[in-house]
């Protein structure tokens, strides 16, 4: 049985068994077979240029675009920002100063180094 079939990229002719591109080479195939990956985490889909690899654009998406919650927890990691004026540093946990109760970086942690406003007299707890 041969049912004519036109393909839709070559418009040439052919029977069901050669239809697909591949099974008849088909050299217009580029125009028509183009898939465009969808995020699996926010589900939106991800514009692929040619010559690029969809993994590596799909990643990117993730680190820099994404809306979903787990890839946005993902980029702030550094969230506790330093209270000691003109320090912009940020830690990844909170360091709570145990006389004032406000959060430093590692380097201004200690009372004497920030010029602790809390109770009782500053002191450094390395001596």
Known sequence: DFLPLKCDACEQIFCTDHIAYAQHDCTSAYKKDVQVPVCPLCNTPVPVRRGQMPDVVVGEHIDRDCK???AQRKRKIFTNKCLKPGCKQK???KVICDQCHKNYCLKHRHP???DCSGAGRPLSKAG
């Open 112 to 114: 004497l180094d920030h």
């Open 91 to 93: 830690e990844m946990m």
């Open 68 to 70: 979903s919650d787990p």
